[in-house]
């Protein structure tokens, strides 16, 4: 059974920084694509950023561009996201997910399986 398990979200203050993390144990997870998503209150959830099998491609949403680094361990199956500069719009909660073919896609209906989500929350 294919599990996605995300960790280390939290409280932290504007300007500060996150690193999320994601463990994918029961995934073939070199032949994945990957990304991370988002979803605060009341609002859809909406792309934040992905990555392909081997890093070459690696796509920002506009919003966390030169904050924002995603990156993937394949020997470890497991999946990152270092957040620096924090803002207050940034506070959501987290999603990483798996995409079996094609490239990473900013497109949240491309993505197979998805984990329960992590919540990170930046205050002024």
């Known amino acids: 059974q294919v599990q996605l398990a995300e960790s280390g979200g939290g409280l932290v203050q504007a300007g500060g920084s996150l690193k999320l993390s994601c463990a994918a144990p029961?995934?073939?997870?070199?032949?994945?694509?990957m990304g991370w998503f988002r979803q605060a209150p009341g609002k859809e959830r909406e792309f934040v950023a992905g990555?392909?099998?081997?890093?070459?491609?690696?796509p920002y949403a506009d919003s966390v561009k030169g904050r924002f680094t995603i990156s993937r361990d394949n020997a470890k199956n497991t999946l990152y996201l270092q957040m620096n500069n924090l803002k207050p719009e940034d506070t959501a909660v987290y999603y990483c997910?798996?995409?079996?073919?094609?490239?990473?896609?900013?497109?949240?209906?491309?993505?197979?399986?998805w984990g329960q989500g992590t919540q990170v929350t930046v205050s002024s």
């Open positions: 029961g995934l073939p997870f070199r032949l994945y694509s």
């Open positions: 990555i392909s099998r081997s890093s070459a491609a690696t």
């Open positions: 997910a798996g995409r079996a073919y094609g490239s990473a896609s900013t497109l949240s209906d491309d993505y197979d399986y």
